[in-house]
Structure formats: C-alpha cells, structure tokens
T-cell receptor
Framework: GENVEQHPSTLSVQEGDSAVIKCTYS??????FPWYKQELGKRPQLIID?????GEKKDQRIAVTLNKTAKHFSLHITETQPEDSAVYFC????????????????FGKGTHLIIQP | DTGVSQDPRHKITKRGQNVTFRCDPI?????LYWYRQTLGQGPEFLTY????????KSRLLSDRFSAERPKGSFSTLEIQRTEQGDSAMYLC???????????FGPGTRLLVL
C-alpha cells in the first residue's frame, strides 16, 4: 500500500519568512495530493491540493509543487504570519478523475509549524 | 452549521464495552470516509462508502471494527470489545462523489479505561 513520508516534524521560522514542508510517496498510482492544516483540538482543514497532471499550484501565499518522477511534493508558505502556526499534513490518494472521486487518503505524520514573532 | 457533524464528541468507556459513533455528512455528499487519529500522528484511513455501498473495508483495524451507512446518509462506526489501544480520535469526512476534496468533521475522542 501507499506510504507517505513527511519532513521536517517540527519547523520554526521567523514571522515574514518562508516555510517549506516536503513529502514523498511510494505508490506511483497515486495522483491526488492534498494538504491539510490542523490547529490544536480542531478538525483538519484543506488548504490546497494538486493533481498529478499539474506540476505546481498557487493560492495567494501558499503553493504546492509536485515531481511525479521523484514521487515528491512540497508545500511552500511565503510571508508567514502568526495564524499560520499549526500542524500541517500532506496526503496522497488515487483519484478516478472526472466523476470518480478519490479513495481514502494516506497521510504523512505531520509538521508542527511554529511562527516566531 | 452545514458541515460534517459527529456524535458524541467525547466518549469514555471501560475495556470490553462496545461503542458506536455517528457521522452526518454534508448534505448531498455521497462519499463518506472514516479515519482514526492518534496523538502526534496523521489520520489513518479505515473505510469508506459511496452512498450505502462500502467500497473499502480491508483497512479496518480488526474484526472488532465495523461500519454501516444503511440509507446512504449518516454512518455509524462500531467498535466491539474495546481495548485500551483503541483510545484515539475517530474522524469522519465526506466528499461530493465526482470531486476529491474531503471535508472533515470535528471527531469523536474515545478514551478506553
């Protein structure tokens, strides 16, 4: 089955700096890669996702890149703010594409992002 | 609130007892997923439904775990003969079938004494 590795487990950056979290996956059939943010005691919330037919996707201060050959994808957060402090999870899944939806997600172990004021 | 809801939010039980959790997905979402999350870990996929059909159940942790979605709306997850190792957060998520985005509920936190 799929295995997702995530690094680092903890990341501390100064407010205003950039943060990068990296993940690798093992199953070449995986083609859907979401990122979730989870604040303490709260539910995971989707912040961005990417499909394997795209190499990069950006939404304001957040971007995700995907390297299918290397089975590697990364989350980039620029101009970090205190409210970015949380645990971030990457995940991988197989999507059947239009009309098919996605299977269950395999998550990484999470990165605790700390934004230092 | 039109998001995914779960009940109860907290459950304390004694070892050996059976427990049942309920998940109500977002209206019109035909896919429903169950995950387990232990402290310091990412959610672990257990099973999922499309309407009332359970499409994947090989990832359920043992035969003590079972899930149902009898009318294709809400779902229940039952754990029989609970063990201390079952203590965790049980999360439910739903999605609109043709789209991949899964929306999570607030979870049910289980403590087995």
């Amino acid at each position: 089955g799929e295995n997702v590795e995530q690094h680092p487990s903890t990341l501390s950056v100064q407010e205003g700096d950039s943060a990068v979290i990296k993940c690798t996956y093992s199953d070449s059939a995986s083609n859907y890669f979401p990122w979730y943010k989870q604040e303490l005691g709260k539910r995971p919330q989707l912040i961005i996702d990417i499909r394997s037919n795209v190499g990069e996707k950006k939404d304001q201060r957040i971007a995700v890149t995907l390297n299918k050959t290397a089975k590697h994808f990364s989350l980039h957060i620029t101009e970090t703010q205190p409210e970015d402090s949380a645990v971030y999870f990457c995940a991988a899944s197989i999507s059947l594409g239009s009309g098919g939806g996605a299977d269950g997600l395999t998550f990484g172990k999470g990165t605790h992002l700390i934004i230092q004021p | 609130d039109t998001g995914v809801s779960q009940d109860p939010r907290h459950k304390i039980t004694k070892r050996g007892q059976n427990v049942t959790f309920r998940c109500d997905p977002i209206s019109e979402h035909n896919r429903l997923y169950w995950y387990r999350q232990t402290l310091g870990q990412g959610p672990e996929f257990l099973t999922y439904f499309q309407n009332e059909a359970q499409l994947e159940k090989s990832r359920l942790l043992s035969d003590r775990f079972s899930a149902e979605r009898p009318k294709g709306s809400f779902s229940t997850l039952e754990i029989q003969r609970t063990e201390q190792g079952d203590s965790a957060m049980y999360l439910c998520a739903s999605s609109l079938g043709r789209r991949e985005t899964q929306y999570f509920g607030p979870g049910t936190r289980l403590l087995v004494l």
